[in-house]
């Protein structure tokens, strides 16, 4: 059964830095796409960002571009977020997401439990 | 805002057939398929539909999905109280280079 299991969401105050943490198992990491999706308390879900399985496509959200950096690292089955200058409005649920395919655009098929991220002053 | 739009609620009685429409444009639904994910309260999403009407294993024959043009539709035929959650759809989005979301349908069962 694939899993993904998020870490690394806390406390943190505006303008801090923090690291997400994916890991994955019981599926060829290297093989799939990957995905940060987030969900504020009480809203809908929002694709945050997304990397292809040799790192050589990536993309965000409007809302994080220049601020949030994905990366993977396929010999440790690893997805990661590093989120700089944090607002509160990144207060949210960060789920890990794989997808069907290699590339970006194909569904998101698996998600993690989530690790959840406050961002306050 | 989403990008894509749902009705915020529906509801339904035990046994009903109830659609939940999800409306995009043609840089999102008009060039790409769209898929469905059901969040039971509390948890993480779960895959319902993918490529318009495809069922991942273990999804019951009672979810379907359409499109047609630049709006989609998950169908829920004999509604069971367990399907109580929220729906998205989402698609690709060749404008925005990432995926989008609808905002979500809170589908109740009376």
């Known amino acids: 059964e694939v899993q993904l299991v998020e870490s690394g969401g806390g406390l943190v105050q505006p303008g801090r830095s923090l690291r997400l943490s994916c890991a994955a198992s019981?599926?060829?990491?290297?093989?799939?796409?990957m995905h940060w999706v987030r969900q504020a308390p009480g809203k809908g879900l929002e694709w945050v960002s997304g990397?292809?399985?040799?790192?050589?496509?990536?993309g965000y959200a409007d809302s994080v571009k220049g601020r949030f950096t994905i990366s993977r690292d396929n010999a440790k089955n690893s997805l990661y977020l590093q989120m700089n200058s944090l607002r509160p409005e990144d207060t949210a649920l960060y789920y890990c997401?794989?997808?069907?395919?290699?590339?970006?655009?194909?569904?998101?098929?698996?998600w993690g439990q989530g690790t959840l991220v406050t961002v306050f002053s | 805002q989403s990008v894509l739009t749902q009705p915020p609620s529906a509801s339904g009685t035990p046994g009903q057939r109830v659609t939940i429409s999800c409306s995009g444009s043609?840089?999102?639904?008009?060039?790409?398929?769209v898929n469905w994910y059901q969040q039971l309260p509390g948890t993480a999403p779960k895959l319902l539909i993918y490529?318009?009407?495809q069922r991942p294993s273990g999804v019951p024959d009672r979810f379907s999905g359409s499109k047609s043009g630049t709006s989609a539709s998950l169908a829920i035929s004999g509604l069971q109280s367990e399907d109580e959650a929220d729906y998205y759809c989402?698609?690709?989005?060749?404008?925005?280079?990432?995926?989008?979301f609808g905002g979500g349908t809170k589908l109740t069962v009376l």
């Open positions: 989402a698609a690709w989005d060749d404008s925005l280079n990432g995926w989008v």
């Open positions: 997401a794989k997808g069907r395919g290699n590339v970006c655009p194909y569904p998101l098929d698996y």
């Open positions: 490529t318009n009407n």
């Open positions: 990397i292809s399985w040799n790192s050589g496509i990536i």
């Open positions: 019981a599926f060829t990491f290297d093989d799939y796409a």
């Open positions: 043609s840089s999102n639904i008009g060039s790409y398929t």
